[in-house]
């Protein structure tokens, strides 16, 4: 077997182990979908794409262990419509994740979320009253509210001290009022207006310390919801360009070691044709 044939399966080899992280940040997204995001859509793709290198490379292997010119062009060609597809996908992620952020309040180590921040696809999808019964269904079911109560035994925490905790988006907008409100705080998700005006913020309202409904339908959860979902899309983002430059680079060198093979080949049929004209057969 030519070098290059060895070059070739090795290549793809590597390209079976770059496989395996684009699964598994599918995998780790799917499980965010059912606990923590709730948004199940970005995964599938993912999973997709990861097992389509998988196969493809495996496919590419084969074809450089046996010489099968049909397997290679399955190969190269396959490989060149999932770099384009990852390429694609990559682009999406940070198109739709890009408006956003969360903002600081005065002595508050967690950050606050204003759907107001958010704009474009997603936010339609995720505000959206046909996705957000379903989104913020699963976040009730996930129980991420709860969590947060739990994380302190014993007594409640004090206000000074829950000032002080980092939460995660989803925590700091669908467990407790803004802070603009003026609510004060009875515990992690139990927070009383005592009797005072609260503030114009439509969420101030939308508050129940009904434990089933909390701030579930307040537009800072939906908010909440977005900046988990751009930090989680981010970090596998961040992978998968890493994963595609190291991809596009093994294509590269496996079309020219597959070009190379077939220059080999056209001159040994060169070659043998030219010998066998050469020295012709005798007719007796």
Not at 15 to 26: E, K
Not at 211 to 233: M, P, R, T
């Amino acid at each position: 077997m030519r070098t290059s044939n060895h070059l070739i399966g090795f290549l793809n080899f590597l390209t079976f182990l770059l496989s395996i992280p684009v699964l598994g940040g599918g995998i780790w997204l799917s499980s965010r979908a059912t606990t923590t995001d709730c948004m199940k859509f970005l995964q599938w793709p993912l999973i997709i794409i990861g097992i389509s290198i998988m196969v493809v490379s495996l496919a590419g292997f084969v074809g450089a262990c046996y010489r099968n010119t049909f397997l290679m062009y399955v190969y190269l060609w396959a490989m060149f419509l999932i770099i384009a597809t990852l390429v694609g996908f990559v682009i999406f992620a940070y198109s739709v994740t890009e408006r956003g952020s969360g903002r600081a309040v005065m002595n508050r180590v967690y950050l606050e979320y204003s759907l107001q921040d958010y704009s474009g696809w997603l936010a339609e999808r995720v505000a959206g009253q046909r996705y957000w019964n379903k989104i913020s269904s699963c976040i009730r079911d996930s129980h991420a509210c709860g969590k947060l109560a739990r994380n302190i035994a014993g007594a409640p925490e004090s206000a000074e001290s829950f000032y002080l905790r980092k939460l995660t988006p989803v925590e700091s907008g669908c467990c407790k009022p803004p802070t603009s409100c003026g609510y004060t705080y009875i515990n992690e998700t139990f927070w009383t207006s005592g009797g005072g005006l609260t503030g114009s913020d439509p969420d101030c309202t939308r508050w129940s310390n009904d434990q089933e409904l909390l701030c579930y339908n307040c537009d800072s959860c939906k908010a909440g919801v977005l900046a988990s979902l751009k930090k989680s899309w981010r970090k596998v983002s961040v992978i998968n360009i890493v994963i595609l430059i190291i991809l596009v680079v093994l294509y590269v060198v496996a079309c020219a070691a597959f070009r190379h093979n077939k220059q080999l080949d056209n001159d040994e049929a060169y070659g043998e044709t030219r010998m066998e004209k050469a020295r012709p057969s005798a007719l007796w």
